[in-house]
């Protein structure tokens, strides 16, 4: 069963959720069509691989230390030193994620202004991109069968917080009240023919390592990416295409706020389903099936404030 946490009743609370990827790339034998190889830029990988990490991204400020992004008033900040990590930060206080093989991670110029990326010096490369609401997705590229199969994303968490690992994978962050600080979304890896890579978390203690089963048989780069989101309002549950289709599908407008629950069920941190009924019930399956025509997703935005519902958006994938 998935883990859940409270809601915290207060304004101004950073709320951080990751999700995990992995791409591999490669010199040898195996390759996707002959379209990517070893030597393209992180961005072009990205592109060719998993395009979808290069939506929404930011036009943040830039200076010699690295990016930084301001969303209602929180601070995320990507920096050109590797063994400094990622930061979120907020008035209520940070979140620190550190990157893998910073200690030997040299910077690779890049065109897109949002990303940052590494070349950790060991047949992988780490590009982060910062994304407009505020986020970070941490794409890690593997070349090759050389590459290493483990990845460490030290956590600098509050003092008393605690990292459960749920039944499906998945990853809760809660403060010691209880409440949902961030929800990290079970390890996905593909290969650069969009293959499915087995991959999973493990965690120990603040660490966590997402281990990538590659093997000199994929077809490389192979593609790694914690993705974090940071929300000063609350709480953001997005559902994938697939999930927002089948929402779109339901008979009635009742139904329609069946399957949502369902799958909110499932989701870490997730919002009371009572909480977004009446408002889900109605727009309804028309309003749902509209996203979903338009190629977009749904998300339930739920505030920190108390006694209100969570509000269905339309957002992109």
Same mark, same amino acid.
């Given at each position: ?20 990827? $992995? ?5 040898? $034998? ?13 961005? #072009? #990988? ?23 992004? @301001? @969303?209602?008033? @929180? ?35 890049? #065109? ?7 070349? =950790?010096? =060991? ?18 590229? *593997? ?40 929800? *990290? ?36 780069? *192979?593609?790694?990416?914690?993705? *974090? =989101? @940071? ?24 139904? $329609? ?61």
């Amino acid at each position: 069963m998935t883990q859940r946490s409270p809601i915290r009743p207060t304004a101004l609370t950073f709320f951080a959720a990751v999700t995990v990827a $992995a791409t591999t790339m490669s010199t040898s $034998a195996v390759y996707a069509a002959e379209l990517v190889t070893a030597d393209m830029s992180p961005e #072009v #990988v990205l592109e060719e691989i998993a395009p979808e990490t290069l939506i929404s991204v930011a036009a943040p400020d830039t200076g010699p230390e690295g990016i930084e992004l @301001v @969303v209602n008033e @929180v601070s995320t900040s990507i920096p050109t030193d590797a063994s400094d990590g990622i930061e979120f930060e907020s008035n209520e206080g940070a979140l620190t994620v550190s990157l893998p093989f910073a200690e030997d991670a040299e910077q690779i110029p890049t #065109v897109i202004d949002g990303m940052v990326a590494f070349d =950790n010096g =060991n047949g992988s490369q780490t590009a982060s991109v910062l994304k407009d609401d505020g986020g970070v997705q941490i794409n890690t590229i *593997i070349e090759g069968p050389g590459a290493p199969t483990r990845y460490d994303y030290e956590l600098a968490i509050p003092d008393g917080a605690t990292i459960t690992q749920n039944d499906d994978g998945s990853i809760l962050i809660s403060d010691k009240d209880g409440y949902a600080l961030s929800s *990290i979304d079970p390890a996905w890896a593909k290969d650069a023919n969009g293959a499915s890579i087995e991959t999973w978390y493990e965690v120990k203690g603040t660490t966590l390592t997402q281990v990538v089963a590659h093997s000199s048989g994929d077809a490389y780069p *192979i593609v790694a990416d914690p993705s *974090i =989101n @940071v929300y000063w309002w609350g709480i953001g549950i997005k559902f994938t295409k697939a999930e927002t289709k089948k929402i779109a599908a339901a008979s009635s407008n009742a139904g $329609a706020l069946t399957v949502a629950c369902g799958l909110i069920a499932n989701a870490p941190g997730a919002v009371a389903c009572g909480a977004a009924g009446f408002v889900l019930s109605a727009l309804g399956r028309d309003w749902a099936k509209g996203v979903a025509s338009r190629g977009k997703c749904i998300q339930l935005s739920q505030t920190w404030a108390t006694g209100l519902p969570a509000v269905p958006v339309e957002v992109k994938c």
